[in-house]
Each structure stands twice: as structure tokens, then as C-alpha cells.
């Protein structure tokens, strides 16, 4: 029989066998140990800890599971090792293909940040994206509409995960780390 404890990570609750609690705590307190300036690392570790919670949530069939080690290796194989601690090994789990998701750009914005947020989806230069909307405005009225729908569907990009995604990069504990 194995112990179970209940772990809040990145603001949810699991339930975690003792040994897959001990091993996800000695990564996050490796990872924790390679950024430079304390003062970011709250803010850092705590993007990091909604990224694990988001991992073992995909692979919990239900919420009477508890993780398990081999969910413990998927998430440090999705995330990846901390820069001094890189393994060259075969892994069962590939990180995931970076998948792009379009959100606003609320760092960037001038408005609600859709211009930004299209530009760092499509890889163009917000400026080509504003003047292509100002034409579009223009020239029948479709800019407004168009700005307007996309206002309201789009969500902002808040965590630093959301503005990886929005470019299209990996959401990589390195990549989360380096997003500063």
C-alpha cells in the first residue's frame, strides 16, 4: 500500500502517491535552485506550477485517481529538465508539438491588444496588422466588425504559458523561465 497525500499545485488539489510527491517536489526545487534572481523565481515557480497542473490534469481519468510517477515523467518530460540537469536518454514522452492559439496581446495593445495578439499569431509586424485594419475599416466597414468579433472571442493572453502559446513556442519550464 502506498501513502497518499493531497498536494495543492498551481492552485488545485491532487492526490499523489508519496513517491511521486517526493520526486515532482525534488524537480520543482531543482528548477527553483537554476533561476538567477530570487525575486522573479515566486512568479516563475508559480507559472511553472499552473503548467504541471495543467499536464496531470490531462492525464487524470477521473478525480479519484491519484498521480503516479509515470505521471511525474510525463510532466518533467513535457516540461523538461532544469538547464544544469539535461539527460540525454530516450524518453517515452516527447514534449508536446508547440501548438499556436490566437489570444490578445494585452502587453502590446492599443485598444484590447487583437492586433497585437493576430500579429504574433501570423509572425507579422503589429504595425503591417493595425494598418491592414485601418484600411479594412476604411474601405466598407469590415475592420470594425471584424476587431469587434475577435475582441470578443479572443481571450487575453495573461500567464506567460498563454503568451508562449500565442507565438506559437512550447510552454517549456526553460521557455517559461527565459519569457522574462
Partial sequence: MKKIITANIGGKSFMTDEDAFVKLQNYLDSFKATIAH???AEEIMEEIEFRVAEILQ?????????????????????????EGEREHKYTPYPPPPSRKRLYRDPD?????GVCSGVAAFFNLDT???????????????VGFWLYI???????????IAEKL???????????IKNAR
Fill in 165 to 175: 502559446e500565442m507565438r506559437g513556442e512550447p510552454a517549456t519550464a526553460e521557455n
Fill in 127 to 141: 504595425l503591417l496588422v493595425r494598418i491592414i485594419f485601418l484600411v479594412m475599416l476604411i474601405f466598407g466597414g
Fill in 108 to 112: 502590446n495593445r492599443m485598444l484590447g
Fill in 38 to 40: 530570487p525575486k522573479d
Fill in 149 to 159: 468579433v475577435l475582441w470578443i472571442t479572443a481571450p487575453a493572453a495573461r500567464t
Fill in 58 to 82: 490531462e492525464h487524470l481519468h477521473n478525480e479519484m485517481q491519484s498521480v503516479n510517477c509515470a505521471m511525474v515523467n510525463i510532466v518533467i518530460a513535457q516540461l523538461g529538465k532544469p
